[in-house]
């Protein structure tokens, strides 16, 4: 079972930066997908970037040019720079993870991942 531990949330004006953490229990093999999902009080859960096997990377197209995902050399932690928020980022902000190539195809489907962080929460004030 792994274990995911996301950091790095908290409270900051429109146009700030936050970087969000994550980092697994084990590594995750060389085939494999991770992920950053968040969930606004009263919407669904929705993708927000992905990395997976090769480095690819996907994003959902309110993010695009504004945040990005990225991950260490052990492939143990992945990472999401976060650019120009808005209010409208503001969300809890959790971590998933697969073993395999089980995204590819939907990289930001959420049914894809089998291991989750508790959340970080992430507030941008106007």
């Known amino acids: 079972q792994v274990q995911l531990v996301e950091s790095g949330g908290g409270s900051v004006q429109a146009g700030g930066s936050l970087r969000l953490s994550c980092a697994a229990s084990?590594?995750?093999?060389?085939?494999?997908?991770m992920a950053w999902f968040r969930q606004a009080p009263g919407k669904e859960r929705e993708g927000v970037a992905a990395?997976?096997?090769?480095?690819?990377?996907a994003y959902a197209d309110p993010v695009k040019a504004r945040f990005t995902i990225s991950q260490d050399s052990a492939k143990s932690s992945v990472y999401l720079q976060m650019s120009s928020l808005k209010p409208e980022d503001t969300a809890m902000y959790y971590c998933?993870?697969?073993?395999?190539?089980?995204?590819?195809?939907?990289?930001?489907?959420?049914?894809?991942?089998?291991?989750w962080g508790q959340g970080t929460q992430v507030t941008v004030s106007s």
């Open positions: 084990e590594y995750l093999s060389s085939s494999y997908c």
């Open positions: 998933a993870a697969s073993f395999g190539l089980i995204c590819l195809g939907s990289p930001l489907q959420s049914g894809k991942y089998s291991f």
């Open positions: 990395i997976y096997t090769g480095g690819r990377t």
